[in-house]
């Protein structure tokens, strides 16, 4: 049976920040205001983006992401024995910003030091209105793995990574899932760069500089995923986003899922999989011929990093090819990643996000026939 998502549209999590939460976070860096008074902020902004949501019908609802700086950093900071640096945006020869991927170490063992995500969730709860489906958004556990390899984590901790390390870090993120779960947590999704930049040349190369084989990578971790899969509660939907980078409307890597799409879609025990698809550099369908069968494929169509809006008729084409490879039962439609994978927000309008969203919203009522 195949898994039911909230609907046959979604969204990967994160949107554009309002420009007072934006001045709030700068009052606080500058120590102006609070951590308390921040976090009022931040609630009354999530408030609206929960609105917002429910009034342009997506029935899966998140946070917004609003009360983090970077997608990944302000959650792995928050495990034992992970330390992380902030992101270094880099001046390109170009002109454009390239944003350099933080240095992310383990240090000591790594444990569930503290209930990460649950007073978040229980406030998103608690503004979600009934019949729809409050979404979690977390890193994928392979980052603290894929960034510095080996040499990124501490030898005096894991003088062994298998299966102590994978085995620690699963242990986590289960006591994290059932933290969320026992406060009525449903859907929770991982985003993961990691297996979508050993599907680009020089990330597979950068990969084997640091002595591992990029051929194997992906089926390592479709192994450490399952080991976290393993820990999730009952009634807990577990979905993966695989995203080339997406910070100020940038990309940093480009590549078909071949190489990874045997291990990700046939060998992980993930229920369902967020998947850019927006332009050529996510190559063709083809890899969706490994889908296994009860999983769900999101196909993300719908580009969030520029404010052109596509055709919905280019869109039901670009479904029909994906049907080719993958039973149409098993597919969904959602934008390629978030607005906003970081504060900073992509180069979007904020009435552009809504209409892409309804295009998406409507696009997949036309084809899979769900009010």
Known sequence: MTVRLPARYDHVGSFLRPAYLLEARDQKAKGQITAEQLRAVEDR????????????????????????TYFHIDFL???????????LSVLQPDGTTHLAPPVIRVTDKVTHAKNIQLADFQYLKSQVAAGYTPKVTIPSPTMLHFRGGRAGISRQAYPELDPVFYDDVAQAYGDELRSLAAAGCTYV???????????DEKMREAARQRGDDPNELP????QFINKVVAQKPAGMTLAMHLCRGNFKSTHA???NYEPVAEALLSEMDIDAYFLEYDDDRSGDFR?????????????GLVTTKFGDMESKDALKRRIDEAA???PLEQLALSPQCGFSST????????????????LVIETAQDVWGEA
Not at 52 to 61: A, E, N, R
Not at 343 to 353: D, F, K, L, S, W
């Open 45 to 68: 902004a999530i408030a609206e983006i929960v609105k917002f949501q429910q009034d342009v019908g997506l029935k899966s609802i998140t946070d917004g992401e609003f009360r983090r």
């Open 77 to 87: 900071e928050q495990l034992g024995g992970v330390v992380t640096d902030i992101p």
């Open 189 to 199: 999704q991982m985003d993961d760069t990691n297996l979508a930049y050993l599907c």
């Open 219 to 222: 089926h390592r971790y479709a």
């Open 253 to 255: 890597a480009a590549g």
């Open 287 to 299: 890899p969706l011929r490994y889908l296994a069968k009860g999983k769900v494929v999101v196909l």
């Open 324 to 326: 080719k490879y993958a």
């Open 343 to 358: 504060v900073h927000g992509n180069n979007i309008a904020v009435q552009a996000q809504r209409d892409k969203l309804r």
